[in-house]
């Protein structure tokens, strides 16, 4: 803390903490709030940020994630065969994005956001749709589990949902993707894998969400690893704005029934929007 | 095992993570506060004591689907945790 201050300090645990409560309503990790942040406000340079926003996510879903098992949300089973690829694919993304200039790496982390802020802002205006037509009760109709589906219950139908798991296999072959853009920009992949389960497998949002989060922890680390070897994780840093995430990600575990996380995607597509052009306009 | 102990097992395992990474991040603030060298060392335990989490809740599974008999998920589990071992010596 000694580049900080302790109003530096505290800033940023604030930050930090409205990132965890972003990232447990919303079901991403932070990165996409965090990187741009970190470089664009305090002059991080581009490695050292996507280190530390890929602490942050480890810290997010650790922390969702211990609420999600319990609550039957998070598909282990599922989570941890996507987990083979995606743990490899995060590797591949974290030695690549060591070994390219940080401008480069800024500009892909920009020109990456600007599909992101779309898909955040189609995926809001579905939830909402999503939230009304639950509203008015809804409910799927039981289906036989298989071998990697699952059940929980879901409060605002009032009603237990299971569901089955199809195509795992190219599921897995995305989860790739997902994990390399993970080790490489700092990001969680769950804008990917979010889309991927519900899309491609047929898991309901919640089921999908939850998972997502459980399998990001570890592609997190699998690239945080790599990037604590090459001393890129400032720790005072890392330590200030993880105490937040943390704190933020319990309080919005709580929040979460209460949100309407649809509303709150489609108003922060546009500041994920800004960030872009920011970064765009600012690498060198 | 039963599924709801598995889930348990999981559930504290990432909860004891995140809960000795935050009073490693604690203790570090209080001493830096104290003008105590030893702050950075122990933001830094917080900072590997949270990313090895995932890893423990990975080692975790492996047991657990091994003790509720679904040895593939089992040795899935190990896939991905050799796999976490190799990024940590990259």
Sequence with gaps: ?284 | MTEKEFGGLIQRTLLGGVSISLLLFLSGAILRLGGSGLSEACLAAGVVALVLTPVARVAMLAYGFFMVGEYWLSAASGVVLALLAVSAML
């Excluded at chain 1, 390219?100 to 790496?105: A, Q, S, T």
């Excluded at chain 1, 798991?165 to 920009?185: C, E, K, N, Q, Y």
Aim: glycine share 14%; proline share 4%.
């Design chain 1, 1 to 284: 803390m000694a580049d900080l201050g302790l109003f530096g300090a505290g800033l940023l645990t604030a930050f930090g903490f409205f990132v965890g409560v972003l990232g447990s309503v919303m079901g991403v990790g932070g990165g996409i709030f965090l990187v741009p942040l970190l470089v664009l406000h305090l002059g991080v340079p581009i490695h050292q940020a996507v280190a530390v926003s890929l602490v942050s996510i480890v810290a997010t879903s650790s922390a969702v994630a211990s609420v999600n098992v319990e609550r039957g949300l998070a598909n282990m089973r599922l989570g941890v065969v996507l987990e083979m690829t995606t743990a490899l694919g995060s590797i591949a993304g974290a030695l690549v994005s060591s070994a390219l200039p940080g401008g480069v790496v800024q500009r892909l982390f920009a020109l990456l956001l600007l599909p992101v802020s779309a898909m955040m802002f189609v995926r809001g205006a579905r939830q909402r749709k999503g939230a009304g037509r639950a509203a008015t009760g809804s409910a799927r109709a039981p289906v036989p589990p298989g071998r990697f589906g699952g059940s929980f219950y879901d409060p605002s139908l009032h009603a237990d949902v299971s569901y089955a798991v199809r195509r795992v296999a190219p599921a897995s072959a995305l989860s790739f993707v997902a994990g390399s853009l993970s080790g490489l920009l700092g990001l969680g992949g769950g804008i990917i894998q979010v889309p991927v389960m519900t899309l491609l497998c047929g898991m309901p949002m919640k089921a999908a969400a939850a998972t997502s989060n459980f399998l990001m922890g570890v592609s997190a680390a699998a690239s945080a690893l790599i990037y604590l070897r090459q001393g890129l994780i400032v720790w005072h840093l890392a330590a200030v704005i993880v105490a937040g995430v943390l704190l933020g990600s319990f309080v919005g575990i709580r929040l979460l029934h209460k949100t309407e996380s649809g509303r709150l995607q489609m108003a922060f597509s546009a500041l994920v929007l800004l960030a872009a052009l920011k970064m765009l306009g600012g690498a060198r």
